[in-house]
């Protein structure tokens, strides 16, 4: 990077809101599993999961009855990585852009929100996501998707998945010119795909 300490310093600045926030309000969940630690902020109150959204979370095991059992975030650090619901369309940093491996192979999806069961569910929580198409391989390092996941959404079977499943890379999104693809690229990492 050109000029490290700045992002050293904004870094240390989020750690430390972070904190605070955990500690000071109750609008912050923190698991209790420390080997994946990941934790929900900026809580929506007035946002709810859609009807299919919350089959899905039945379907996936999350312990709860009625909608109203769960709590809607908007900002979700997952082992560091700041990642921000509902931010889809915002090029060329998407903070709502994910990656997961799911089947042997990573797969992305854009977050619509993050949500936590208010029952106790020491999960450290879910995120209602949309996927994107099966990652084509122009290079190794830049895979390309559309926004037409329903292939994706019919193999894994929900919209929703546990924000364990969630890679900690942040996700660069690059539209490809007079088309409805887009390029997508990691901060981190590599993306996990089948022999």
Known sequence: MHRPEINLSSNFGLDVACNYDRLASKSCVSPDDNLHI????????????SDKDFEDLLVI??????????????????????????EWGMHPRCGSVITCVINGRSLYARVLQFV??????????????RWFSEPVYVNSLCPRVNLNGADIER??????????QIDPSQVSVEVIPGSDEFYMIRDSGYDTRPC
């Open 61 to 86: 095991g999350c312990p709860v009855r009625e909608p109203d059992e769960l709590s809607v975030y908007g900002i979700g650090m997952i082992l560091g990585k700041h990642f921000k619901a509902g």
């Open 38 to 49: 990941c934790i929900l902020s900026a809580k929506k109150v007035y946002d709810s999961v």
């Open 155 to 164: 193999e894994v079977g929900s919209r929703v998945i546990r924000i364990t």
């Open 116 to 129: 936590k069961p208010d029952t106790g569910d020491r999960c450290a929580g879910y995120a209602c996501v």
